[in-house]
């Protein structure tokens, strides 16, 4: 009863025009920015974190959820009419897609992949609220030690899986994280750490200039020094989501759903592995006469690659919200947000701001029918946005960096530090390293910190073979973070 | 570029041919043995680095409190992840491949590419940009019957800077880059500033 009021409040909140008016303008904002190439949701994400300083609590939450939404499935619009991903996770839309779109079929290629984008929202927001109890229930067994082995877990397994066949390279990103983590004040003692006499540097690196510099001017330099034509879009025809023709891809669309919600829920795994192992599973489990159609332009495809992308959204909530962990690089930017307004997220969120976890599901489904529409309508101004040359585009984006990095302290020495990070973050990129592990890393060092240091004062009189007997949750920990490594050394390793 | 890699779509497509993921941030697309040789012993490097400050940091009350406990394991986990890179390049190419090539020469190859010089250009312009905002300290206000017109240091610096960098990559006429330019700054401040009344840098 109480918490039907407390949906019902939050509600009345969500569905005042001018939050539904915010949410609009964050999903048009993503999908604009998801289309376009080479401007990944990541770095829509940090860099409209800047943009929601200025706003309240709720209506920062609701300007953030629409961005997210929005921008995985922008992504799909550039892939299916020029046959360039807008965002990393539209590759398999792009093959199957822009095949369909060359037989003059782009309309209903977008129309599938628009219905798919909207069924995985619904299947990630549908597992998001039924999974979050139990794991809330779980995560309030967590002590020192267990919170200790979780962060160092989301961190390990971040590494792993954005590092592709080189799981090494993805830790040492994470565990380079975890120095910048250490810098400034120590938690327990107030002893400086790695600060080398500088004051500034004794309040600590704050993530959301690092995730500005990772992600926006990393990118920046990437993209704009290539000097490449803009593309020239294919014909889109009437775009209708043929609802009738997906419902015979029911069962494909709730496997991807699954897939695209759990994989959404390990730290550091994107809608990126979610897309390419629902394409990949699908094309698998395909009818025969189906899966000759896959590479060729395969609507059933495309509903595996959509649906388990947006899943993804809904999944990477999952362990933000309820541990504190973020699902993906994107999920790191929403916390960033919410932690900016004050939310406490992890394991007391719903005892330390009561009712916001239902005012994001509520976001995320406003976002998601706002999607539907939006998508719709911004196909044909897409069109128009894909002639301009991304040598036009991208050095506009350069003051929005500055000015998000400057806006969340109004310090400058974030602007530097945005900077820095933004030049180390390209020579990682050029040495084959992942950025991803190393912003998770930066937001968990501190609660790995000062959780190990309190578990071992538990420990200090204790055996090895009590810590093991006595703390089942942290034993199981340990087994899960030593099977993550063995993975990532002897198997994963080993496909090269 | 200078060592002929695959484009991160093409990488993409391909590890989706075979059933393989490369990487949420298109993997090791750009790495080469030498340059995994040497990443293995800078972070080798920097793990022994971060050692010795955390011993440096002291023991306050209990050895299981003190500040550097996790930096100290980091740093060396460090070590050892240097150390397993590599071992790792080493088994995979060989270490003479690790080893191969001049680094004088590679440096000289990288410069003389042109997408690495405008990379690096375009990396000193954006630091230019940056200190010079930094140190700029403006705020204009034009008070009207209607309307408070306010020109910043924001402007006044981000308008040529963007001005310059798309003249030099988009290569469109003068006048249209200065209208896109100085369009899409103001577009901006006027956004952050009246719309969600956030401060710009450079405005005081």
Redesign the interface.
Known sequence: MFELQEVLAQAAIAFQPWMIFVCLIGVTLGILWGAMPGLSTTMAMALLI??S???SQHVAIMFMLGVYTGSVFGGAISAVLIN??GT?DA??T??EGHALAKRGEGGLALGTAIMGSFMGNWIGIILLIAFIPAILFLALQFRSWEMFLLSMWGIAICGS??????P?????SG??G??IS?VGL?A??G?P??TFGVRILEDGISYIPLLIGLFG?TE??KV????SPPGIPSEVGKVVPPLKKLIGYTRTAVRSGIVGTIIGAIP???A??AS??S??IGRRRAKPEERKKW?KGSYEAIVSAEVANNANVGGSMLPTLTLGIPG?AAAAAILAALEMKNVVVGPTIQTENPGIIFFIYIGLIIANFLMYFMAIALIKPCVKLFSL?R??L???I???C??GA??VS?N?FD??LM?IA??AG?IL????????PMVLAVILGPL??EN???A??V??DRSFWWIISERPIGTILIVIVLYTFYDG?FRR?K?? | MAEGQKS??EA??E???K?????????????TPR??F??SVA?AV?GIF?MI?SVR??N???I????????FI??A??VV??A??FL?TKR?YGMDEMLAGDSLRTVRNYLSDP??R??LM??LV??A??MI??QTDLDWRFKTAVYTFRFSG?ELI?IP??FF??RF????TLLNCFL?ATG??VF?AV??RD???????GAG
């Not at chain 1, 090494?168 to 040492?172: R, S």
């Open positions: 800047g943009l300083v200025g706003m360039i991903p990393p590759v398999p792009m093959i899986m954005s590092a592709g066949d080189m090494i390279k993805g830790w040492i565990w380079i975890l120095l250490f120590d327990i003692h002893v750490r790695f001017l920046i330099l704009l020094p290539q000097y550091g795994a994107g990126n592995v390419f192992l394409y990949d590479g993906n040359p040598t036009l991208m050095p506009l350069i003051p929005i500055v000015m400057f806006a109004l400058y602007v530097y900077f933004g030049i390209y990129h050029r040495f084959g390293f992942p950025l991803a790995a910190d190990l240091r309190r071992l004062l420990f200090e050394i390793g496909t090269a | 991160r779509i993409d497509i590890s989706l041919e059933g393989v993921f490369t990487g949420e941030e298109g993997g090791d697309e750009r790495s340059k995994d040497i990443a972070v920097l971060a400050l940091l002291g306050p009350e209990s299981f409190t003190a500040p550097g406990v996790l930096p980091t740093g986990s460090l992840m240097g397993g890179l790792k995979r997408e690495a405008r990379t375009l990396m954006i630091f940009y940056v905002l930094g924001f981000s800077f963007i960098i798309l990559f988009w290569r469109s896109v899409i700054v901006l956004v952050f719309g969600f009344q956030i401060l710009l840098p």
